[in-house]
């Protein structure tokens, strides 16, 4: 912990400057005789020790508002008492308005009042004096202009100045605030790009990596069967590459509805169809009475019934997929036997849980939804609720 800097060090150049230079000016002034004299027959010199100490509160006005009024106020009253000279009052408004600009906020709201019941009083003095009435104005003019202008002025730029801070704040906490909100609109946009096409090839990739396994490990099939194997990894191919450019060209479009309208409930179908052709048996049931729903809930369907059976295809065996639709919500249930042989290099009965299941938990959680998926029993299930609203379409 250092210790805080002492009053020098606190100094401002510039007012040291300055501060020499009204001395200065002061000082030539006063040698002209620019003075009333009050008392006969005062040194000279004496003349000069009000206008030093004003200076020497300019000197202080930022490193110690309170000091430079209470040094300038001194020689101010010194200088009240020997006979008013220009140099001096013009030296103390600078005082006055250092401490209203620089001072603490509760001090400078007592200052004020008091300065305005002094130039009061005077007023009052000078009517007991039995001055005219222009004279006690001019008075009270010339009392306002050194004591009270400077006040006003200080406090009119102080409040501009925290006026001009706070927008300035306001501004570096919108841009912060900016920033943050495109940081987490790149990061969600990562997401539902990563989320998309490991949906989107996930299924495929899965697919061919398992026909072609199966066309290595058995050297006994016949031509056919090894062409048909042959044709279906072509197709998968075919068919991922396709979703891969489809994906790729809305990403560089950035047209959601597109994508939102390009798989439906009723499409489930020709994906079990797909799964089965690979070699998978997969039961396929609906119900209640289907109709037509939100195109983010019945992609977020599709997706979830494709990343389970891809789970399925790799991991598991003889499937099942059950789509309900009830009042208020639709439901999903996927289901499979665990596959022993296919589990086996990881040493767990259970697949883990990587991309696909975080990307079906995200789909299904962002429409207010909920997910589980797990052992039970011997069959690996994913069961999955989302709200529909009770409307259809």
């Not at 499979?336 to 789909?363: I, Y």
Request: charged letters at 20%.
């Amino acid at each position: 912990m250092t210790d805080s800097p002492g009053l020098l060090q606190r100094v401002h150049r510039g007012d040291a400057i300055a501060a020499g230079l009204l001395f200065a000016a002061g000082s030539l002034l006063i040698g002209l005789g620019s003075f009333e004299r009050y008392v006969a027959d005062l040194p000279m010199w004496v003349r000069f020790v009000p206008l030093a100490l004003t200076c020497l509160g300019v000197v202080i006005r930022r490193a110690a508002p309170g000091w430079c009024l209470a040094i300038g106020t001194v020689g101010f009253c010194m200088e009240v008492g020997i006979g008013l000279s220009l140099a001096t009052a013009c030296v103390f408004t600078d005082n006055l308005y250092a401490f209203a600009r620089y001072g603490p906020r509760r001090k400078v709201r007592v200052l004020a009042p008091v300065v305005a019941l002094l130039v009061l009083g005077l007023g009052v003095f000078s009517v007991l004096e039995g001055r005219s009435l222009v004279a006690v104005l001019t008075t009270l003019a010339i009392a306002a202009v050194v004591l009270l202008s400077p006040i006003a002025t200080g406090v009119i730029v102080r409040q501009a100045h925290d006026r001009a801070n706070l927008e300035a704040e306001r501004a570096e906490q919108a841009t912060r605030l900016a920033d943050v909100r495109r940081r987490e609109a790149v990061l969600r946009e990562r997401t539902i790009m990563a989320r998309e096409l490991h949906d989107t090839v996930a299924n495929y990739l899965s697919a061919i990596a398992l026909q072609s396994t199966a066309l290595q490990a058995r050297k006994d099939l016949d031509a056919e069967t090894v062409r048909t194997s042959v044709a279906a990894i072509r197709s998968s191919s075919v068919e991922g590459l396709a979703e891969l450019r489809r994906i790729i060209g809305l990403l560089r479009a950035g047209d959601e509805g597109e994508e939102l309208a390009s798989y439906r409930i009723d499409q489930v179908p020709d994906l079990v169809e797909r799964i089965r052709a690979v070699g998978l048996k997969v039961d396929f049931e609906v119900e209640g009475v289907q109709r037509d729903l939100p195109g983010e809930v019945e992609l977020t369907v599709y997706r979830l019934v494709q990343e389970a059976l891809t789970n399925a295809l790799k991991y598991g065996s003889d499937a099942s997929v059950v789509i309900g639709f009830e009042a208020e919500r639709l439901t999903v249930r996927v289901e499979n036997a665990l596959d022993p042989e296919a589990t086996a290099p990881w040493n767990d009965a259970v697949p883990r849980g990587g991309a696909g299941l975080v990307g079906m938990t995200e789909r299904v959680r962002l429409l207010g939804g909920k997910v589980h998926a797990g052992l039970d029993g011997t069959r690996w299930k994913v069961c999955a609720a989302i709200p529909t609203g009770g409307n259809g379409g």
